[in-house]
Structures are given as structure tokens and as C-alpha cells.
Nanobody
Framework: VRLVESGGGSVQAGGSLRLSCLFS????????MAWFRQAPGQERQFVSY????????GYGDSVKGRFTISRDNAKNTLYLQMDNVKADDSALYFC?????????????????WGQGTQVSVSS
């Protein structure tokens, strides 16, 4: 499995950004996908997941109501729509994948990782 994130950049607080993650190497339909983020000096933090087949979703408390995860199985692509961003959202954002339908909120739940895309929010 190969994951390549894109869409990061600099944005002002209150603005929006959309991240993308292109999946290749296996059948995207059968993988649960997630976004994590990591700020300097901090642990990797769960942002959101979307399950295989049913596309059930889950969010971390800090992003609930502001971020939306989605997937386009025809394009093998995962998205994260980030709205009303805050300075605390600044981090390196990672795409992650795990085979099967289960959910997961811990980094150890996921086997495959991208290299990350940087998001910087200015206040």
C-alpha cells in the first residue's frame, strides 16, 4: 500500500483547507482510512476515520463539527475538509490505512502511513 497526501499549506484562522490522500497498491474499497496529525514535540493525535464499505465515520473531539472526512472509491482517494480552522490545528497531517472494516483511533491500529502534509494556521 502506498499513500500520498497533498493539499496542505498556510491558511488564516477561520479559513478552510482540503487535504487529499491518494491510495494505491491494493483494493481501496476494503480499507478503513484515517487522518492523524502531529505537532512538534507532541504525540500523534487521532483526527478522523472512515470505514471500508459502509463509510461510517468518527472524529476526535477537537475537530468534531469543523472537519469532514470522506472517500471517493472510484478515485482511490481520501479527503479531509477542514473548516473554521484554528491555530491549534497546525500540524503535520498523516493519512493512514488498515485492511478490513473495523474502526480505530490509535496509531497502532493502522499498518500503512503516508509521509504527511503540513498545515499551518495563522491567527
Amino acid at each position: 500500500v502506498r499513500l500520498v497526501e497533498s493539499g496542505g499549506g498556510s491558511v488564516q484562522a477561520g479559513g478552510s483547507l482540503r487535504l487529499s490522500c491518494l491510495f494505491s497498491g491494493r483494493n481501496f474499497n476494503y480499507y478503513t482510512m484515517a487522518w492523524f496529525r502531529q505537532a512538534p514535540g507532541q504525540e500523534r493525535q487521532f483526527v478522523s476515520y472512515i470505514t471500508a464499505i459502509t463509510s461510517s465515520t468518527g472524529y476526535g473531539d477537537s475537530v468534531k463539527g469543523r472537519f469532514t472526512i470522506s472517500r471517493d472509491n472510484a478515485k482511490n482517494t481520501l479527503y479531509l475538509q477542514m473548516d473554521n480552522v484554528k491555530a491549534d490545528d497546525s500540524a503535520l497531517y498523516f493519512c493512514a490505512a488498515k485492511g478490513g472494516y473495523g474502526t480505530g483511533r490509535q496509531p497502532d491500529n493502522f499498518d500503512n502511513w503516508g509521509q504527511g502534509t503540513q498545515v499551518s494556521v495563522s491567527s
